[in-house]
């Protein structure tokens, strides 16, 4: 820290004449080879000897020389802008492939755990442009205002995809169509908008706010070395589970839930508790959903697993029971069976955004 500005400086020019000998050593000719070798020794020693108004001199004549041999064009700052950017993608491409993947929470499964994207309907125009902004920064809240132009039928609600990330639906009318930043199951479910609904002008088709769920890392380095753990909440691919649709454009949906049952594992419900192994569940997780204190209900009973209080369900050796903390919506394990150990793909880790109101470590 208490080198000069110019010995730092110096020591970088040193730095980058070796690299450019070593990139370009075949195309020089021997008297500039020999220029910018002679130009290091002189820098060498200047800076050995401390001697600022060598190293100034010198220090500049070798960076002439580099300048003269290497001038700066357009289409190398084009180069370097793409090297920088191919990099930038290269790094974050194999982040997301080995360590941290982002994953958005899409149902309420979780909640109030984690919440997947809820919509709020109302009657009464939006707020203000500027506390729009701020809620969707902080809250992730969108406002929507759908009104008909006319009279008209509803005849189709179509998904719509922006940047591959925001989920929009399309709404196809007989003499008209909106957008709206809203997917088709949060239209139908909170604002009771669906297909062959009338709408006379004027009629308000959708209103209100919308939360989007909550946008979590997802660890996918730690299951390579270390086996999951009874109450983790974890992300898995649902292909080959019986019961679960694969979308045709998409492909298998991503799931995240609660780990409630490990190999072996011989589990029970009896509302509102949950046993492993003949105790009542241990841990954080367990314990907050079992005490049943709104707005948690504890854990229902399953249909085709854990249907009966007296009825118990063995994990098989190369699978894992899913439970929802928001157990009466969920659709997990109670219904199609233990995920497949090669299904797995990490430990939910943390909401990035939005900052409220989980933002922070997922437990």
């Known amino acids: 820290m208490f080198t ?12 980058h004449a070796r690299k450019y000998l070593r990139y370009k050593d075949d195309q020089l000719s021997s008297a500039d080879r020999d220029q910018i070798t002679a130009g290091m020794k002189d820098l060498r020693e200047a800076l050995w000897q401390r001697d600022r108004e060598r190293i100034h001199s010198t220090a500049d004549a070798l960076d002439k020389t580099l300048h003269r041999l290497t001038p700066v064009t ?21 982040i997301r492939s080995y360590f941290l ?13 984690l919440n997947g994207i809820i919509g709020y309907p109302s009657t009464a125009p939006g707020p203000n442009l500027l506390r729009q902004i701020g809620e969707f920064i902080v809250r992730g809240r969108n406002y929507i205002n759908v009104v008909s132009r006319e009279d008209d039928q509803l ?36 604002f009771n908008v669906f297909p062959g609904r009338i709408y006379h002008r004027g009629d308000i088709i959708a209103r209100g706010a ?20 009874r ?12 019961g679960i649709r694969e979308d045709p454009e998409a492909g298998s949906p991503f799931y995240i839930k609660r780990l409630a049952g490990l190999p072996g594992d011989r589990l029970r419900i009896d509302p509102p508790f949950l046993y492993v192994n003949g105790k009542k569940a241990e841990g954080y997780g367990f314990e907050r959903v079992m005490s049943a204190k709104p707005p948690y209900r504890g854990y229902a009973l399953g249909r085709d697993n854990l249907s009966q209080p007296d009825r118990t369900f063995t994990v098989p050796r190369d699978g894992y029971f899913a439970l929802g903390d928001n157990s009466y919506n969920s659709y997990d ?11 797995l793909v990490g430990r939910g880790l943390l909401v990035y955004w939005p900052f409220a109101p989980h933002w922070g470590l997922i437990r």
């Not at 000069?4 to 730095?15: D, M, T």
């Not at 003499?175 to 949060?186: E, G, M, S, W």
């Not at 974890?234 to 080959?240: G, L, P």
């Open 74 to 94: 357009w289409e190398s700052h084009w180069r370097e802008n793409c090297e920088v950017i191919l990099v930038a993608i290269v790094v974050a491409v194999g």
């Open 101 to 113: 993947q982002p994953f958005k929470i899409p149902t309420g499964s979780m909640q109030p755990t």
């Open 333 to 343: 394990s109670r219904y199609w069976g233990a995920v497949p150990e090669e299904n």
């Open 155 to 190: 005849l189709e609600i179509q998904p719509r995809k922006m940047f591959f990330f925001f989920t929009l639906s399309q709404l196809i009318c007989q003499r008209q169509k909106y957008l709206v930043y809203a997917p088709p199951d949060t239209l139908s479910h909170d």
């Open 210 to 229: 919308i939360d989007t769920g909550d946008q979590v890392f997802v660890d996918k380095f730690t299951y390579n070395f270390v086996k999951p753990h």
């Open 231 to 242: 109450g983790d909440v974890f992300v898995f691919r649902t292909n080959h589970i019986p």
């Open 4 to 15: 000069s500005r110019q010995v730092k400086h110096s020591r970088l020019l040193l730095r």
